[in-house]
T-cell receptor, first 113, second 114 residues
């Protein structure tokens, strides 16, 4: 089954404790992205990757890091989480090219206390 | 800066009625406009999309209307059903970025009542 898998689905952590949210896709997609979803703000892009070792900032990259060492994986790293990073996070992947469907994971609900 | 403005924030429609969600964009370089549907606890999924070279696209009960001069596009759901109750996001992107640079609207929570 074609899918984008995120882990964990739910996470509660404390301020400053480094964490990683994993994302893996099995569709051999070149493009992968991370979004955060907040009430009243919709989905905002954090980082994206056009291929292995190629990443770039989205609209809200502050406080986040990513890496793309393998085509299928695109982890999101919060080196020192803060309460304003409490949000619902989505990973997405798609084939290269305009008009191709972006496939989203199930989401990771992160709470930073 | 919100580049894609979506309204209304929430919408309640009676079963069988027409649901209409509107979006407006500012960046004239946008040339791909998808709509995504999100059910509770799930990630968004592509519903329907349009390019600006056509004014309307229809897929079953779902229609996108596009007005390039007004920089507006809308989603119409005909004969709305309770199963259509979800959050809908409009989005826009630019050709040389493709899907890795989608700009989303703020979402509309649609509720269809019996």
């Amino acid at each position: 089954e074609a899918q984008v898998t995120q882990n964990p689905r739910y996470l509660i952590t404390v301020t400053g404790k480094k964490l990683t949210v994993t994302c893996s896709q099995n569709m051999n997609h070149e493009y992968m992205s991370w979004y955060r979803q907040d009430p009243g703000l919709g989905l905002r892009q954090i980082y994206y990757s056009m291929n292995v070792e190629v990443t770039d900032k989205g609209d809200v990259p502050e406080g986040y890091k990513v890496s793309r060492k393998e085509k299928r994986n695109f982890p999101l790293i919060l080196e020192s989480p803060s309460p304003n990073q409490t949000s619902l996070y989505f990973c997405a992947s798609s084939y290269r090219g305009l008009g191709t469907e972006a496939f989203f994971g199930q989401g990771t609900r992160l709470t930073v206390v | 800066q919100q580049q894609v403005k979506q309204s209304p924030q929430s919408l309640i429609v009676q079963k069988g009625g027409i649901s209409i969600i509107n979006c407006a964009y500012e960046n004239t370089a946008f040339d791909y406009f998808p709509w995504y549907q999100q059910f509770p606890g799930k990630g968004p999924a592509l519903l329907i999309a349009i390019r600006p070279d056509v004014s309307e696209k229809k897929e079953g009960r779902f229609t996108i209307s596009f007005n390039k001069s007004a920089k507006q596009f809308s989603l119409h759901i005909m004969d709305s059903q309770p199963g259509d109750s979800a959050t809908y996001f409009c989005a826009a992107s630019i050709s040389n970025f493709g899907n890795e640079k989608l700009t989303f609207g703020t979402g509309t929570r649609l509720t269809i009542i019996p």
